[in-house]
C-alpha cells in the first residue's frame, strides 16, 4: 500500500505526493535524479512539442517572458529557454528545483519552488503548463485556472481519453489522471468556465493501444 493510501480519509498535501512521486519513481525512471515521465521524454511526443512551440514563440518580434507551472525534470522546458525573453520555470517539489537549479544555465533562466495552486505566481506574458492540470484535484485547477486570467497566453497540455469523455470528473491529486474514469480536464466546461478570447488546438498526438490523447492548445486570453 502506498504512503498516500495509508490515510484515505485525508488526502496528502499535494508537495507531499509529488515529492514521493520522485522519491520513488511512481513515473518511471532513466539514469537522472529526477524523471518526470514517459510524457516528458517520448520523442514522438516531445520534438512536435517543442516545434510547434518554436514556431509560436518566434512569431514575435520581441520574445515573451514565459512561466513555466510544474516544470517537472526541465527536459521539455530546457528546449525553449532560447526563445523566450525571460524563462521562469515552476515546481512543487523543492529538491527537484534545487537540482534544476544546479544543472540548468541560462542568464535569462530563474526556477522557483512553488505550489502553483496556493502561491502568487510571477508576472509574464505566456504560461505553459504542460501535463500538470490532469494530476490535480478539481479544487487547485480552480485555483491555477482563476489566475490564468493575468497572463496574455495560455499554452496547456493535457491527456484525455479518446472519443467522447465526461470533462472534469473530480480526482485527488496526484500521480494518475481522470483517464481511468473516462474522463479528462477540459478547463472550458463547468466548474472552471475559463473564458479566453481565442482557442487554437496547436497539437494533437494519439497514444497507442487507445491510452488517450495528447492535446496541447493556445489560449489568447486577453
Ligand atoms: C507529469 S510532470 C510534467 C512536467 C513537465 N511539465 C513536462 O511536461 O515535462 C508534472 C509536474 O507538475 C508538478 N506539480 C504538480 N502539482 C504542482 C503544484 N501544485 N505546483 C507546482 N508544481 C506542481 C509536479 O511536481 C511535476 O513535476
Not at 513515473?27 to 514556431?55: A, C, Q, R
Not at 480552480?142 to 467522447?164: C, F, M, R, W
Amino acid at each position: 500500500m502506498s504512503l498516500r493510501m495509508q490515510n484515505a480519509k485525508k488526502p496528502w498535501p499535494t508537495k507531499k505526493v509529488m515529492e514521493q512521486i520522485y522519491d520513488v519513481n511512481l513515473w518511471g525512471s532513466n539514469d537522472s535524479e529526477f524523471y518526470s515521465g514517459f510524457g516528458s521524454h517520448n520523442p514522438d511526443l516531445v520534438e512536435p512539442y517543442i516545434k510547434v512551440l518554436k514556431t509560436f514563440l518566434s512569431s514575435f518580434n520581441e520574445p515573451l517572458t514565459i512561466c513555466d507551472l510544474g516544470c517537472g525534470d526541465f527536459n521539455i522546458g530546457k528546449q525553449l529557454v532560447k526563445f523566450s525573453k525571460q524563462f521562469i520555470a515552476i515546481d512543487i517539489v523543492p529538491s527537484l528545483i534545487a537540482f534544476n537549479t544546479k544543472t540548468f544555465k541560462a542568464y535569462n533562466l530563474k526556477f522557483a519552488c512553488l505550489d502553483i495552486a496556493k502561491d502568487a505566481l510571477p508576472k509574464a506574458d505566456c504560461v505553459i503548463i504542460r501535463q500538470v492540470l490532469q494530476h490535480l484535484s478539481n479544487a487547485e485547477v480552480q485555483k491555477v485556472v482563476a489566475k490564468l486570467a493575468d497572463y496574455k497566453y495560455v499554452i496547456l497540455t493535457e491527456h484525455l481519453p479518446n472519443g467522447s469523455f465526461t470533462p472534469n470528473i473530480d480526482i485527488i491529486s496526484g500521480q494518475g489522471i481522470r483517464l481511468k474514469k473516462q474522463s479528462g480536464l477540459d478547463i472550458l466546461q463547468a466548474p472552471f468556465n475559463f473564458k479566453p478570447k481565442g482557442i487554437q488546438e496547436l497539437l494533437s498526438y494519439n497514444l497507442k493501444n487507445n491510452k488517450g490523447v495528447i492535446v496541447t492548445w493556445l489560449f489568447e486570453v486577453f
